[in-house]
Nanobody
Framework: QVQLVQSGGGLVEAGGSLRLSCAAS????????MGWFRQAPGKEREFVSA???????YYANSVKGRFAISRDSAKNTVYLQMNTLKPEDTAVYYC??????????????????WGQGTQVTVSS
């Protein structure tokens, strides 16, 4: 049974930082495509960032230069370091894993497993 368990998140002032973690279990994730998405109230889920096993990384334009994705394969964990946070970053953040690692990193349908979601709130 594949599970993605998220931690981190919370409330932070604009300009602050947070780090999200996503611990995977129930499989060997070293070759998986791992991604982060977010969903704000009344909006569709949107791509934030992703990383492949060869450490190719992808970012939405809105977070490029502020967010950094990384993975620790030994711990089966993916991280999203979020810096210079803005109120518009407020959303529920989801991590996701795709065993079809060749899929597009940008679309939710590429991913097979999802974390439980964690709230990030940035106050102005």
């Amino acid at each position: 049974q594949v599970q993605l368990v998220q931690s981190g998140g919370g409330l932070v002032e604009a300009g602050g930082s947070l780090r999200l973690s996503c611990a995977a279990s129930g499989g060997s994730f070293s070759n998986y495509l791992m991604g982060w998405f977010r969903q704000a109230p009344g909006k569709e889920r949107e791509f934030v960032s992703a990383i492949r096993s060869i450490d190719s990384t992808y970012y939405a334009n809105s977070v490029k230069g502020r967010f950094a994705i990384s993975r620790d394969s030994a711990k089966n964990t993916v991280y999203l370091q979020m810096n210079t946070l803005k109120p518009e970053d407020t959303a529920v953040y989801y991590c996701a894993a795709a065993y079809r690692h060749w899929n597009s990193a940008y679309i939710p349908d590429s991913y097979d497993f999802w974390g439980q979601g964690t709230q990030v709130t940035v106050s102005s």
